[in-house]
């Protein structure tokens, strides 16, 4: 995969032929490689959270990482995502600034007509701010989040 130290040059490269670098995305973390060759896959993930930490120190703008979560979360009876189902390290819980996961009851629950199109969006980590939960509106046809429209506008 993708390395930590290829993605710094591409950053470098944009930013010089652009001027400016306000985000970088990575999408599934776990596809990312180490630069040398760690002991075991839960130590290169450790390394590549921690280089990703600096990469945003350095560049001085935000990293959004896709994570994967462990299988354990499927044997719950309760599906919510906690910070301890982040898969392979809890240096990710560690590294970042913020952690958001993303739950939707129909996914475990279809017969709930009451959660058909509904999202939660569980901010459980945040060093600088509050946490808490917001409630979305999921358009599975387009593979998109948007405001919940209520009628209170009140919490989850």
């Not at 970042?96 to 969006?121: H, I, Q, S, T």
């Given at each position: 995969?993708?390395?930590?130290?290829?993605?710094?040059?591409?950053?470098?490269?944009?930013?010089?032929?652009?001027?400016?670098?306000?985000?970088?995305?990575?999408?599934?973390?776990?596809?990312?490689?180490?630069d040398?060759?760690?002991?075991?896959?839960?130590?290169?993930?450790?390394?590549?959270?921690?280089?990703?930490?600096?990469?945003?120190?350095?560049?001085?703008?935000?990293?959004?990482?896709?994570?994967?979560?462990?299988?354990?979360?499927?044997?719950?009876?309760?599906?919510?995502?906690?910070?301890?189902?982040?898969?392979?390290s809890?240096?990710?819980?560690?590294?970042?600034?913020?952690?958001?996961?993303?739950y939707?009851d129909?996914?475990?629950?279809?017969?709930?007509?009451?959660e058909?199109?509904?999202?939660?969006?569980?901010?459980?980590?945040?060093?600088?701010?509050?946490?808490?939960?917001?409630?979305?509106?999921?358009?599975?046809?387009?593979?998109?989040?948007?405001?919940?429209?209520?009628?209170?506008?009140?919490?989850?």
């Amino acid at each position: 995969g993708t390395s930590v130290g290829a993605i710094r040059a591409k950053a470098r490269r944009t930013l010089s032929r652009q001027g400016d670098l306000s985000l970088i995305v990575i999408d599934y973390l776990q596809l990312m490689g180490g630069d040398g060759r760690p002991e075991n896959r839960q130590l290169e993930v450790s390394e590549i959270s921690r280089k990703l930490k600096l990469l945003a120190r350095e560049f001085k703008i935000p990293i959004l990482a896709l994570s994967q979560l462990s299988r354990g979360l499927e044997a719950r009876t309760d599906k919510r995502p906690t910070l301890s189902d982040l898969r392979e390290s809890g240096a990710l819980e560690q590294d970042a600034d913020v952690v958001m996961f993303l739950y939707r009851d129909e996914v475990y629950n279809p017969d709930n007509k009451d959660e058909l199109g509904a999202a939660e969006l569980s901010i459980s980590k945040h060093r600088a701010g509050p946490l808490g939960k917001v409630r979305l509106a999921w358009l599975g046809a387009y593979t998109r989040f948007e405001n919940f429209a209520t009628d209170s506008n009140s919490d989850l």
